[in-house]
T-cell receptor, first 113, second 113 residues
């Protein structure tokens, strides 16, 4: 079946630096991908909708200048957390859909120290 | 504003018995509902879904029931197995949002031998 791959699975970065998370659809083309964030023991919260070739659509309360999303090709969306702070430490997950089926990546655990 | 609610944070069931996980929603525009199983630091695993035009969908040991008038759905697992122990998330979407999902906070299921 279709697979969505995220990289890195775990990353530790220093406060104030930027970190990029990649989300790839391995065997399907994704014109739209979605980025979620999950804090410990909390729900997965939709952050933004990533649209190939155009600007991402951000959910209310999500800073677009802090969470930069680029969807330059039909198989790759990237989320860059800029000027990371410890409160950005979270589990980030992307998803894409092929036909009517939604596929999730494995997730990326970000720790900002 | 949590539009999908899972009011039971945890549930413990004996092996072989039925597990019933509940989910309520507030947005009457939701027309597609999904259940996911998730382990910490991993992406969600799709279990079963139901469209708003149905009131029941069954797949093996998993059955989802939808009561639109009550804005309530439930996931039944029978018989429950120790390997079912995980956090279960209810999710919903609207035709407008496409494949962007609204998640509940999850219910942690423990199936004891």
């Amino acid at each position: 079946g279709a697979v969505v791959s995220q990289h890195p699975s775990r990353v530790i970065c220093k406060s104030g630096t930027s970190v990029k998370i990649e989300c790839r659809s391995l065997d399907f083309q994704a014109t739209t991908m979605f980025w979620y964030r999950q804090f410990p023991k909390q729900s997965l919260m939709l952050m933004a909708t990533s649209n190939e070739g155009s600007k991402a659509t951000y959910e209310q309360g999500v800073e677009k200048d802090k969470f930069l999303i680029n969807h330059a090709s039909l198989t790759l969306s990237t989320l860059t957390v800029t000027s990371a702070h410890p409160e950005d430490s979270s589990f980030y997950i992307c998803s894409g859909h092929s036909g009517n089926t939604i596929y999730f990546g494995e997730g990326s655990w970000l720790t900002v120290v | 504003d949590q539009q999908v609610k899972q009011n039971s944070p945890s549930l413990s069931v004996q092996e072989g018995r039925i597990s019933i996980l509940n989910c309520d929603y507030t947005n009457s525009m939701f027309d597609y509902f999904l259940w996911y199983k998730k382990y910490p630091a991993e992406g969600p695993t799709f279990l079963i879904s139901i469209s708003s035009i149905k009131d029941k969908n069954e797949d093996g040991r998993f059955t989802v029931f939808l009561n639109k008038s009550a804005k309530h759905l439930s996931l039944h697992i029978v018989p429950s197995q120790p390997g079912d122990s995980a956090v279960y998330f209810c999710a919903a979407s609207t035709g407008y949002s496409g494949y962007a999902l609204n998640f509940g906070k999850g219910t942690s299921l423990l199936v004891t031998p």
